[in-house]
């Protein structure tokens, strides 16, 4: 009897690998499926192994698929859709954010001073205070006294006179600082404002406590001596916190995918190692930001392609041509309708971009640049169109603009012509709305101001996503503004420009993966990509347009795991 079973023990072990493959890991049955695949675009169940999908189709076709370990997940009719994909955030400042003040949700200057004040009655002497998110033109009333509506350091300084302060706008585009730190900056009266930035000053040329884009940088050498006192381990532990912190907050909102809008090589030495080490809840894909003689020289090193089983892609550059409409440092081609003496700013040097284009272009990279103003959005699709035709053997590059918030109406038509993508972000235009106007005029406002239905009408590709933490990393409220463009006071900002729901979905998910080279592996739901997948509450799809907001994921699923449950 030996040998015939020695000779049926390896078949019986065939037979239960073979049964062991055709098993599913995870089965979410009895819902809507939204997959973005027009050969078959909606389902009732999805099937999941081995990290990817392996069958869309309704419930009846995964019962065969069900094994003892496979989890079922009963949907009961809620809506399953493609993970979102944020597409331009900034991952180590969301994680950055959930240490520090959030001034996001205060309506005024008293309410920020009077935060800052009791964090400085606990903070040890010469700590730094840092927070994030204020923003003078969506206060209940404006500071007084007050600089083109920015406050003076005085009450702030006078709450925190043994602590250092640095507040950053909502916009990361200014800060606000306090005496402290003036002192330790050595920013006086005299100091001139340095390239691409300005030291707002009062009327008798004192410094006000705001400074402008690239003068934010005149404190970072006494910050960063304050930091330098932390031991090697501290350092790595404060990282490691903030990845984390930022990967919780973006994966409880339902997104899969990370696009991070411009990190140094430290980091994503960072991110690589802790994807390497299977400690990236999310997947990320990472614009290098450093200056032109460091990427010249490290390019190739930073080209990282799918680490950590697709939890990290390197393969694009950051730069920035202008600042922020809010502190009025877009850069503009007619003068501010509310401070006619000022066009913005520009600020990084266009020949020094002009090098990292060709950086870029040479070493396979994307190239992806800050543009608010109409006039940095024409400054960079000049510089595409003009790198373009010195390359014409480059074909497909989806070099992109980052926010492209405000446009010229003669370039439109050139995104979809030139294939620029659009990286837009829906809920800048409702968050914003209560300024645009005073700061554009209404024609200008109208005519380029967050025009993605013209944009998709020209045939360009728009991304969509938050821009966090300038908002909060909630895919479902820039949803809700590509769709409705309807404000907190209920009024509608040009709803001509409105995406559908289609459309809007489809921006924060499969035009997302293509504007990232990444449309094979993600962005819709079919056979053989990354099961990552998102669980809503509630039909975004279907139901009435103001319960949108509600909405809230349920179950974000990266590679066939469930991340985040409510």
């Known amino acids: 009897m030996g040998l015939p079973m020695l ?33 078959q675009p909606q389902a009732q169940a999805i099937a999941v192994r081995a990290g990817r999908i392996l069958k869309v189709g309704t419930t009846a076709d995964m019962q065969p698929l069900i094994g003892a370990n496979t989890k079922v997940i009963d949907l009961a009719g809620k809506l399953a859709i493609p993970g979102f994909i944020e597409g331009h955030g900034h991952f180590m400042g969301v994680g950055e954010s959930k240490m520090n003040l959030n001034l996001r949700n205060a309506r005024n200057w008293d309410q920020i001073v009077a935060m800052v004040a009791a964090a400085a009655k606990t903070a040890p002497p010469g700590t730094w205070i840092l927070g994030r998110g204020f923003h003078q033109s969506k206060w209940d009333k404006p500071p007084q006294p007050n600089v083109q509506g920015f406050p003076l350091h005085a009450e702030l300084s006078k709450v925190s006179p043994n602590n250092p302060v640095v507040l950053t706008h909502a916009s990361g585009h200014a800060a606000m600082v ?16 340095p390239p691409g930035g300005e030291i707002l000053k009062d009327a008798s040329g004192q410094p006000t406590g705001l400074l402008q884009e690239k003068a934010q940088g005149l404190v970072g050498p006494a910050y960063q001596s304050f930091l330098s006192k932390r031991t090697q381990s501290e350092v790595e532990a404060d990282a490691r916190s903030k990845v984390e912190l930022a990967a919780k907050e973006a994966i409880s909102h339902g997104i899969t995918s990370f696009q991070d809008a411009g990190s140094g090589f ?46 990290l892609t390197v393969r694009a550059i950051k730069r920035a041509m202008d600042g922020a409409l809010g502190s009025r440092g877009a850069w503009l081609l007619e003068p501010y309708s509310d401070l006619p003496g000022s066009s913005g700013i520009n600020t990084e040097d266009p020949a020094d971009i002009r090098k990292t284009a060709e950086i870029a272009i040479n070493n396979g990279f994307q190239l992806c640049i800050h543009a608010i103003g109409d006039r940095a959005n024409r400054e960079v699709l000049n510089l595409y169109e003009s790198v373009f035709r010195e390359y014409p053997d ?39 709305a209560p300024y645009v106007i005073p700061r554009l005029g209404p ?52 709803p001509a420009q409105r995406m559908t729901r289609a459309e809007a979905l489809k921006s924060y998910t499969l035009s997302n993966a293509f504007a990232a080279f990444e449309a094979d592996q993600k962005g819709s739901l079919k056979p053989g990509k990354l099961a990552d997948i998102t669980v809503l509450s509630k039909d975004i799809m279907t139901i009435p347009e103001s319960e949108i907001p509600s909405a809230e994921a349920v179950y974000t699923i990266v590679g066939g795991k469930i991340v985040y449950s409510k």
């Open 443 to 494: 024609k200008r406002a109208e005519e380029g101001a967050y025009v993605w239905r013209s944009l998709l009408d020209s045939g360009a590709v728009v991304g969509n996503g938050t821009d966090a933490p300038v908002e909060e990393v909630n895919p479902i409220a820039s949803f809700y503004a590509s769709v409705s463009r309807r404000t907190k006071d209920g009024t509608t900002f040009f």
């Open 7 to 39: 000779r049926l023990f390896p078949s019986l072990l065939f037979s239960a690998a073979l049964v062991a493959q055709t098993n599913a890991d995870l089965i979410l049955q009895n819902g809507k499926i939204v997959t973005m695949e027009p050969s």
């Open 266 to 311: 430290d980091t994503v030495d960072l991110l690589k190692t802790m994807a390497e080490e299977g400690k990236l809840d999310l997947r990320l894909w990472v614009m290098l930001r450093e200056p032109t003689a460091k990427l010249a020289s490290r390019i190739q090193r930073y080209r990282i392609q799918d680490a950590g089983d697709h939890h």
């Open 394 to 432: 480059k074909k497909d590059l989806r070099w992109r603009i980052e926010h492209a918030q405000h446009l010229n109406p003669a370039d439109i038509p050139r995104f979809g012509k030139l294939g620029v993508i659009a990286a837009m972000q829906g809920i800048h235009c409702t968050s914003d």
């Open 178 to 193: 306090n005496a402290l730190a003036l002192n330790q900056a050595e920013i006086t009266a005299k100091t001139p404002n």
